[in-house]
């Protein structure tokens, strides 16, 4: 797809996702936690699309950085805040991870080159686990923990590992790049190692 076109339907999808999230959530009873993930995971799910729709990753850095622009005003200019603000920003606490995203995708895709498995696995990470991890710990976590950005629950950590497990182990086992037994030990190193980055993590910085 040509570049510019690619954009405006980026672009486009991010716009209509921010409005749906915003009048569908309060009306099915949603908190803002869950207003906020459904972003997140939105958000995600279209930044999968970025292999097919760029050839290059002159496209998708510049999204990376116009992105935390336009999610920064809906936090500082009131008429965008007051119409907006409430699908970000209504979780009561200070979280840098919406105006992170896309510069984390950013990096992958350039990092990547593009590639679909490579630039998948740790976006579906970053979309799947993270909102996973949040949205258990917050509605079933008893067993907490303390961490410099206030508790976390043990029962959280556990969600974001199954999720992040998963999420690379599935992608590798059917593009069939390895041999089973490193699928599994990469899933699991990978499920470790990124749930205590999640743990320790402040602020939204996981997401990067």
């Known amino acids: 797809m040509n570049a510019a076109a690619g954009m405006a339907l980026v672009l486009a999808a991010l716009a209509g ?15 803002a936690e ?14 999968l699309s970025f292999p ?5 990753a002159t496209p998708v850095l510049l999204f990376g950085a116009l992105a935390p622009l336009a999610l920064g005003a809906i936090r500082v ?3 965008l805040r007051a119409r907006l603000g409430g699908v970000l920003g209504g979780v009561g606490r200070d979280s840098w991870g919406d105006l992170l995203f896309a510069p984390a995708v950013a990096f992958v895709f350039w990092l990547s080159a593009g590639d679909p498995l490579r630039f998948g696995v740790p976006v579906l990470v ?5 909102a996973a991890g949040a949205l258990v710990g917050r509605r079933y976590g ?21 999720i ?8 590798l086992a059917l593009a069939a790049v390895q041999p ?5 030990l990469t899933a699991l190193l990978a499920g470790v190692l990124l749930m205590l980055v999640e743990a320790v993590a402040w602020h939204g910085l996981d997401n990067l």
């Open 17 to 31: 996702l921010m409005f749906g999230t915003r009048w569908l959530v309060p009306r099915v009873g949603g908190s």
């Open 34 to 47: 869950a207003s906020r993930k459904a972003v997140h995971i939105g958000m995600g799910l279209i930044c």
């Open 52 to 56: 097919w729709l760029f050839r290059s």
């Open 77 to 79: 200019v009131p008429a």
């Open 126 to 130: 970053l979309t799947l686990a993270d």
């Open 142 to 162: 008893t067993v907490r923990y303390d961490t410099d950005d206030g508790q976390k629950s043990v029962e959280g950590s556990s969600a974001f590992f199954a």
């Open 164 to 171: 992040a497990f998963c999420a690379v182990a599935v992608p």
């Open 180 to 184: 089973p037994l490193e699928i599994l």
